[in-house]
């Protein structure tokens, strides 16, 4: 079976569309009502974007494993010895990956949907990534001590960059979990709501 792999500038390209829509998207949804953040918009299109970056990446990682497909295949058809150990550690990553997409995905669509669920979705989503990056970083170590003559990987997680991502993953549970603008925009809709009638009627009466 050939290996199957997303060019980088074709991944580059998606990247770009992504956030050039949602900047876009930014200005026609985002409002201010008395002085307070609303909407798709300010530091609400970071993690928008990171969602969408997170997806393209994984789902390339993936991707990019077909190349590899005879070693998977072997992998799982050995019984015993060091290719039999490395079935536990394919199979944690592969799911691992797939919860990665999945999850962030069910971000996209409740933040287009204003579901106050988001913020539970989002600290779900951002707690699984961290995992995930841990356990590549496990993954790979237990790969090299197997197989010490494999090639070194460039792409594979280092322990530095999974401690980050855990610090990442802490500010962004914490920005939906206190920002005015989330808050505004997914708790609490019927004051958004109201704000703007009001809004709308004072500008009537202006005219």
Request: net charge positive; charged share 15%.
């Amino acid at each position: 079976m050939e290996g199957v792999s997303i060019r980088p500038w074709l991944v580059s390209l998606l990247i770009a569309g992504v956030i050039f829509a949602i900047a876009r998207l930014s200005k026609r949804v985002a409002k201010m009502h008395d002085g307070e953040p609303v909407g798709i918009g300010g530091w609400l299109i970071m993690p928008m974007i990171g969602f969408a970056i997170t997806i393209l990446l994984t789902v390339k990682d993936l991707s990019g494993g077909f190349s590899a497909w005879p070693f998977i295949v072997a992998v799982f058809s050995a019984t015993s010895g060091p290719l039999a150990s490395l079935k536990a550690p394919a199979i944690m990553s592969l799911v691992g990956a797939i919860f990665v997409i999945l999850s962030a995905l069910a971000c996209l669509i409740l933040i287009f949907a204003r579901r106050k669920s988001i913020i539970t979705v989002a600290s779900l989503h951002y707690v699984i990534l961290t995992i995930a990056v841990f356990v590549d970083f496990w993954s790979y170590t237990f790969l090299r001590k197997v197989m010490p003559n494999i090639p070194d990987d460039p792409s594979a997680p280092t322990l530095a960059q999974a401690v980050c991502q855990a610090f990442i993953a802490a500010i962004w549970i914490a920005y939906f979990h206190r920002s005015k603008r989330v808050k505004n925009t997914f708790v609490d809709p019927a004051i958004t709501i109201r704000k703007a009638s009001a809004g709308t009627s004072t500008a009537s009466l202006t005219l």
